[in-house]
């Protein structure tokens, strides 16, 4: 009996033994069910249509669709810490991307061109694209008896704050056209609300005037006509928007009126020493746009140049510590600006980083070195919040490179450059498109072939330690 009940004892050990194990297995089962699969990031130098791996760190595929990898980005718009534009064009497309969690998520804003167009951003982030035929040429334009031709009037497309498309096209009231009357080509929108943007127009020669428009249904606005001793610049400068004119000897600054009020009486730009050529640069685009800011570069005589800061309210002239380098661009900052220059020491091409109170520190050695052999090279730079981050595409017929450095102590010392990428052919060639910062933040397009297949992507990566590292945002 004893051995028996021995037995039973044994039995239902073997059978709590079965169930125990059997429930465990099940526990390990699910577990490994609900696991994630294991993510291998692409070798250094390789991409996937969703990740490229660096030499500095990994970056994050953009969708396809937002923007074809043939787009050149022509201006960047950096609002504020969260906020930016970055704004471009195909031949048939005109094409923005949008950002308003500093480059976490993007969404496109994108419309077929046939003539121009140009982008331009408000102060409260409202994006329009004004767009318009190009002219014909001068024998056709010449109508019956020598008459002026019809102008047609160009559109502006609104994109409110978080819109995830362009509004319908508002065509521009234009005013009757006299003879010799220059068209509005490449005419850049003044944006003064989600509601109005201005365009500036030369109804007659040598006289100017804003127009306005809105969004589908808007009220129309009356012309405002600037005084005819005053020339007019044709682009406006910062966020509200300003308008600069020259009269004589000296640069006016104003604010866009808003519609249905007047002009406000200029303001004199102090420090520079007009000419046709100083002219001429300030109607082009600005260099670079950041939060209420336009800058641009300015020839000054004899073989100089200064840096032109406007606002709405605000105007300063920032004369560079040394001459200004070949190909030299502008990187703006929340209250600084980059530019590269040639040293006085040595002959170098260096970065001076100056602050809008007109302070300069000129970099002590290169950021970047040269190549040996005969190349093109060129560099974008931003300030941060504690230094400067800077970047450099060279290129020969056989050889690409693209570095990267950075200073911490303003701009006065530089750490040794590091590879981004590298190559002896075009394959897996990596190419900034745009660098932005957002204070300690800072923000690389990038675009590389997409491995194992004839198409490139478009990639972002960030930093949020002023550039010593990068990762996927």
Known sequence: MARAKGASMLRAGVSATAIALAALLSVGCKKREKEAPIH?????????????????????????????????????????????????????????????????????????????????????????????????????????????????????????????????????????????????????????????????????????????????????????????????????????????????????????????????????????????????????????????????????????????????QQTTVIKLPAKLAPRAAIGCGADRVTVEVISPTNGETTLATCGLDGACILAEKAPFRPWLEPHERWVASVPTRTGVAAVMTARTATRWGLYLTHSTDGGKLYEFQRTIGEGQSERGRIELGALLSFGNRLLMLLQADVTGTSRRGWYVTVSEDSGLTWSPP
């Open 40 to 312: 291998v990031p692409p070798p250094q130098g390789a991409a996937s249509a969703d990740e490229l791996t660096t030499a500095v760190g990994q970056a994050r595929g953009l969708n396809s669709a937002l923007a074809p990898t043939s787009t050149r980005w022509r201006r960047v718009f950096v609002l504020d810490e969260k906020r930016a534009v970055v704004a471009g064009e195909i031949e048939t497309e005109a094409i923005a991307l949008v950002t308003e969690n500093a480059g976490r998520t993007w969404r496109a804003l994108r419309r077929p061109r046939e003539g121009w167009s140009t982008w331009s951003v408000g102060q409260d982030g409202t994006t329009v694209l004004a767009v318009g035929p190009r002219p014909p040429a001068a024998p056709a334009a010449r109508g019956a008896a020598g008459a002026q031709p019809a102008i047609e009037p160009p559109s502006l497309l609104f994109a409110p704050v978080e819109a995830a498309d362009l509004l319908a096209p508002s065509p521009v009231a234009l005013p009757a056209q006299s003879r010799g009357a220059r068209p509005p080509v490449d005419a850049v929108p003044a944006v003064l609300s989600a509601e109005s943007a201005a365009l500036l127009i030369e109804p007659k020669p040598r006289q100017a005037a804003l127009v306005y428009a809105g969004p589908p249904g808007a009220a129309p606005a009356p012309v405002v006509a600037l005084p005819p001793q005053e020339q007019a610049l044709p682009i406006p400068y910062g966020r509200p928007p300003a308008l600069l004119s020259v009269r004589g000897r000296n640069l006016l600054a104003r604010p866009v009126p808003a519609p249905g009020k007047p002009l406000e009486a200029p303001r004199n730009i102090a420090g520079l020493v007009m000419s046709p050529a100083v002219t001429a640069a300030l109607s082009a685009t600005p260099a670079c746009d950041v939060a209420e800011w336009s800058i641009q570069l300015v020839p000054q005589p004899p073989d100089r140049n200064v840096l032109v800061a406007v606002s709405a």
